[in-house]
């Protein structure tokens, strides 16, 4: 089955960290910009971060920038996202995504299943 497999999301305090992981499965990573989309409850979907195809930049909003961080181990067929410094504005549900180009662009041709950030004193 065709699919990206989303890990890592849980409770955190301010100023915390986490790391999200997306792992695909029947498929391989090398030829996929992925990134991450976060949506928080009554607010529209937002794009958070992107590691592109074939190079190693990444790209992040800029409420995130110098915060998180995300990376990709295509011999693991999985990418990440590193949060740190945690605020309560990032709670969310965090989606990874795939697109078989350069650059992190819709439509995207795989999503995940979603896991929930919270952040909270």
């Known amino acids: 089955q065709l699919q990206l497999v989303e890990s890592g999301g849980g409770s955190v305090q301010p100023g915390g960290s986490l790391r999200l992981s997306c792992t695909a499965s029947?498929?391989?990573?090398?030829?996929?910009?992925v990134g991450w989309f976060r949506q928080a409850p009554g607010k529209a979907r937002e794009a958070v971060s992107c590691?592109?195809?074939?190079?190693?930049?990444?790209y992040s909003t800029d409420s995130v920038k110098g915060r998180f961080t995300a990376s990709r181990d295509n011999a693991k067929n999985t990418f990440y996202l590193q949060m740190n410094r945690l605020k309560p504005e990032d709670t969310a549900v965090y989606y990874c995504?795939?697109?078989?180009?350069?650059?992190?662009?819709?439509?995207?041709?795989?999503w995940g299943q979603g896991t929930q950030v919270t952040v909270s004193s």
């Open positions: 590691a592109p195809r074939s190079d190693d930049s990444t």
């Open positions: 995504v795939a697109v078989q180009k350069d650059y992190c662009s819709g439509p995207y041709d795989f």
């Open positions: 029947g498929f391989t990573l090398d030829n996929y910009a």
